[in-house]
C-alpha cells in the first residue's frame, strides 16, 4: 500500500511563489508514475503534472506550463511541485498522485494512490 501526505499550502498573494512537497511511504518513488492534480471548489479534480515511472518526462497543463515544475527527489522519496507567478485563479486543493503504471497520466482514473491535500489561496 501506498500513502501519500501533501504539504507546503498555505495563503499566499498573486505573483508569489510555492512550493508543495508529497511524501511517500511503503514504496519507492523510482518504481511509480506521479502526478499532481488540483480541485477548486465545486470544480471536477484537473491535471495539473505528471512524471514517468522510469523517466525522467514530465507534463504539465497549459494553464501552468512555464510556471510550475514537477520534480521527483530520489533521496527523500519524495515528489515536489515549484509553483511560480501564482494567480488567483490557482487556489485550489492540490492532490499528489501514485501508481505503478509507466507513464505518467493525465486522467484521475488512471491513479489508484492518493494524498488528502493541501489547500493553496492565492489572493489578488
Not at 507546503?8 to 511511504?25: F, K, N, P, W
Amino acid at each position: 500500500q501506498v500513502h501519500l501526505i501533501e504539504s507546503g499550502g498555505r495563503l499566499v498573494q498573486a505573483g508569489d511563489s510555492l512550493l508543495l512537497t508529497c511524501e511517500i511511504s511503503g514504496r519507492s518513488v523510482s518504481g511509480l508514475a506521479m502526478g499532481w492534480f488540483r480541485q477548486g471548489p465545486g470544480k471536477d479534480r484537473m491535471f495539473v503534472a505528471t512524471i514517468d515511472r522510469d523517466q525522467h518526462t514530465t507534463r504539465h497543463a497549459d494553464s501552468v506550463k512555464g510556471r510550475f515544475t514537477i520534480s521527483r527527489d530520489y533521496s527523500k522519496n519524495t515528489v515536489s511541485l515549484q509553483m511560480n507567478h501564482l494567480k488567483p485563479e490557482d487556489t485550489a486543493t492540490y492532490y499528489c498522485s501514485a501508481d505503478t503504471i509507466v507513464w505518467g497520466s493525465r486522467l484521475v482514473e488512471d491513479y489508484r494512490f492518493w494524498g488528502q491535500g493541501t489547500r493553496v489561496t492565492v489572493s489578488s
